[in-house]
Protein backbone atom coordinates (compact mmCIF):
# COMPACT_ATOMS: atom_id res chain seq x y z
CA UNK A 1 0.00 0.00 0.00
CA UNK A 2 2.46 2.63 0.99
CA UNK A 3 4.27 1.66 -2.17
CA UNK A 4 1.50 2.19 -4.35
CA UNK A 5 1.04 5.33 -2.78
CA UNK A 6 4.69 5.86 -3.55
CA UNK A 7 3.73 5.62 -7.20
CA UNK A 8 1.15 7.71 -7.22
CA UNK A 9 2.67 10.80 -5.84
CA UNK A 10 5.83 10.01 -8.18
CA UNK A 11 3.48 9.89 -11.18
CA UNK A 12 1.71 13.21 -10.04
CA UNK A 13 5.13 14.88 -9.27
CA UNK A 14 5.98 13.62 -12.76
CA UNK A 15 2.62 15.24 -14.67
CA UNK A 16 2.94 18.66 -12.66
CA UNK A 17 7.05 18.68 -13.54
CA UNK A 18 5.57 17.72 -17.11
CA UNK A 19 2.41 20.23 -17.03
CA UNK A 20 5.28 22.96 -16.10
CA UNK A 21 7.98 22.16 -18.60
CA UNK A 22 5.34 22.61 -21.61
CA UNK A 23 4.33 25.89 -20.06
CA UNK A 24 7.43 27.27 -19.84
CA UNK A 25 8.00 25.92 -23.36
CA UNK A 26 4.52 27.26 -24.62
CA UNK A 27 6.16 30.79 -23.35
CA UNK A 28 9.39 30.34 -25.03
CA UNK A 29 7.98 30.15 -28.31
CA UNK A 30 5.38 32.87 -28.17
CA UNK A 31 8.25 35.41 -26.85
CA UNK A 32 10.05 34.01 -30.14
CA UNK A 33 6.18 34.54 -32.06
CA UNK A 34 6.44 37.76 -30.38
CA UNK A 35 10.00 39.36 -31.28
CA UNK A 36 9.64 37.79 -34.79
CA UNK A 37 7.15 39.73 -35.94
CA UNK A 38 8.30 43.07 -34.03
CA UNK A 39 11.49 42.69 -36.22
CA UNK A 40 9.51 42.02 -39.21
CA UNK A 41 7.85 45.01 -38.29
CA UNK A 42 4.29 44.39 -36.78
CA UNK A 43 2.39 46.86 -35.14
CA UNK A 44 -0.69 45.02 -33.92
CA UNK A 45 -0.73 42.38 -31.58
CA UNK A 46 -3.48 40.20 -29.91
CA UNK A 47 -4.38 41.10 -26.44
CA UNK A 48 -2.90 37.74 -24.76
CA UNK A 49 0.16 39.22 -25.73
CA UNK A 50 0.67 42.24 -24.51
CA UNK A 51 2.03 41.20 -21.08
CA UNK A 52 4.90 39.84 -22.93
CA UNK A 53 5.07 43.22 -24.87
CA UNK A 54 4.86 45.07 -21.53
CA UNK A 55 7.93 42.99 -19.72
CA UNK A 56 9.99 43.15 -23.09
CA UNK A 57 9.45 46.82 -23.00
CA UNK A 58 10.12 47.44 -19.68
CA UNK A 59 13.48 45.80 -19.88
CA UNK A 60 14.20 47.11 -23.07
CA UNK A 61 13.70 50.78 -21.44
CA UNK A 62 15.48 49.59 -18.17
CA UNK A 63 18.86 48.59 -20.12
CA UNK A 64 18.42 52.20 -21.82
CA UNK A 65 18.75 53.89 -18.73
CA UNK A 66 20.87 51.60 -17.41
CA UNK A 67 23.26 51.79 -20.04
CA UNK A 68 23.56 55.63 -20.90
CA UNK A 69 26.71 56.47 -19.02
CA UNK A 70 27.37 59.13 -16.30
CA UNK A 71 23.99 60.76 -16.51
CA UNK A 72 20.35 60.01 -17.55
CA UNK A 73 19.69 60.20 -21.12
CA UNK A 74 23.63 59.63 -21.94
CA UNK A 75 23.88 58.09 -25.25
CA UNK A 76 23.40 54.43 -25.29
CA UNK A 77 25.40 52.03 -27.32
CA UNK A 78 23.70 50.44 -30.12
CA UNK A 79 20.82 48.21 -29.71
CA UNK A 80 20.26 44.43 -30.65
CA UNK A 81 17.56 43.32 -33.38
CA UNK A 82 15.14 42.62 -30.46
CA UNK A 83 15.75 45.27 -28.21
CA UNK A 84 15.58 47.68 -31.34
CA UNK A 85 12.52 46.34 -32.61
CA UNK A 86 11.01 46.64 -29.32
CA UNK A 87 11.75 50.02 -28.51
CA UNK A 88 10.39 51.42 -32.53
CA UNK A 89 7.50 49.56 -31.69
CA UNK A 90 6.75 51.12 -28.05
CA UNK A 91 8.02 54.39 -29.83
CA UNK A 92 10.43 55.09 -27.35
CA UNK A 93 13.77 56.73 -28.88
CA UNK A 94 17.29 55.26 -28.01
CA UNK A 95 18.99 58.59 -29.20
CA UNK A 96 15.51 60.78 -27.62
CA UNK A 97 15.95 60.95 -23.82
CA UNK A 98 11.87 62.65 -24.01
CA UNK A 99 10.61 59.75 -25.21
CA UNK A 100 11.98 57.47 -22.57
CA UNK A 101 9.26 55.80 -20.32
CA UNK A 102 12.10 55.04 -17.15
CA UNK A 103 14.80 56.95 -15.62
CA UNK A 104 17.31 56.49 -13.20
CA UNK A 105 16.77 59.46 -10.87
CA UNK A 106 19.70 62.16 -12.07
CA UNK A 107 17.67 63.97 -14.90
CA UNK A 108 15.20 66.26 -15.20
CA UNK A 109 12.50 63.95 -16.41
CA UNK A 110 13.04 61.97 -13.56
CA UNK A 111 9.10 61.01 -12.39
CA UNK A 112 7.26 62.27 -15.41
CA UNK A 113 4.78 60.74 -17.23
CA UNK A 114 5.88 59.38 -20.50
CA UNK A 115 3.29 57.26 -22.63
CA UNK A 116 4.61 54.85 -25.08
CA UNK A 117 2.48 52.46 -27.58
CA UNK A 118 2.58 49.78 -24.60
CA UNK A 119 0.65 51.49 -22.55
CA UNK A 120 -2.41 52.06 -24.68
ZN1 LIG B 1 16.21 60.37 -17.63
Known sequence: ML????????QRAHRRHVQVQEAEHALLLREHHIRSRLRAGATRFDDAD??????????????????????CGGPVPERGPNAAAVLRWAGVGPDDHT????????????????RTRADV
Open 3 to 10: VAKAARDA
Open 50 to 71: REILHRFVLEACRDLARECGDH
Open 99 to 114: TWPVHRGDCALTGSSV
